[in-house]
């Protein structure tokens, strides 16, 4: 889950991106609305950190142009104005959620993967494909009950795919949203991930269709 924050504060940008990537949280960042704006038309996120005190504008002029626009990715408010007006203008601006400063990054967290699992159409916490079951808030993942032990990268890899689920999911947009753009993988990298992936859940529960990508197989359950 790739996120971009929006933050002009680079002291509270830094922790709060810090605590989000040991989350296991792909974030970028944006110090301006601007900036934002280039950023969110030239590359591909599951949610938006957004602060209302930005330099070059408020942020919620940025936010209803994005929405004029039909760019239809969750934003998140994270700001200090806590006054009912401010939120109203906040969500008339076509956000999603909004969270006052200070706050509690566990919060901010249950927010953005509930916000994310909405925009896939998923309402539970919990991701199912047959017996395999990702947790989105500890990040476990199980297999007919039992423990399923991954690697970050190979985290991050399932949950996009379980989101997406029962959709395809083509390499380049693997490579948008489980990977950083400053890294972004061969199509290689991908395929020895989901080799392992395979190896850890079974070599049909990923399937790869020629030429279109991958998606999860619900599979009935062996016991």
Do not use: C
């Not at 934002?36 to 590359?43: K, N, R, V």
């Not at 927010?111 to 919990?126: E, N, T």
């Not at 190896?199 to 529960?205: A, H, P, Q, V, W």
């Amino acid at each position: 889950m790739k996120i971009l924050l929006v933050e002009d504060d680079q002291a509270l940008a830094e922790v709060l991106g810090e605590s989000l990537r040991e989350a296991g949280l792909l974030v970028e960042f944006a110090a301006t609305g601007g900036e934002a704006d280039f950023l969110i038309s030239t590359e591909r996120y599951d949610a938006v950190i957004l602060d209302l005190g930005l330099p070059d504008g408020d942020g919620t002029r940025w936010l209803a142009q994005w929405r004029e626009r039909s760019i239809e990715l969750p934003v998140l408010v994270l700001t200090a104005r806590e006054r009912w007006s401010d939120k109203a203008a906040g969500f008339s601006a076509g956000a999603d959620d909004y969270v006052t400063k200070p706050f509690e990054t566990a919060e901010v967290l249950f927010r953005l993967h509930a916000l994310v699992r909405r925009s896939h159409g998923h309402s539970h916490p919990i991701l199912t494909s047959g017996d395999l079951r990702f947790d989105t808030h500890t990040g476990s993942v199980s297999l007919a009950g039992r423990p399923v032990p991954l690697t970050a990268q190979e985290s991050r890899l399932l949950k996009y795919l379980m989101h997406a689920t029962p959709r395809t999911v083509s390499r380049s947009e693997l490579a948008e949203h489980v990977y950083d753009r400053d890294h972004e993988p061969d199509s290689n990298v991908i395929d020895v991930q989901i080799s392992r992936l395979r190896r850890k859940l079974g070599k049909t529960r990923i399937e790869t269709l020629r030429g279109q990508g991958y998606r999860v197989v619900a599979l009935p359950s062996q016991g």
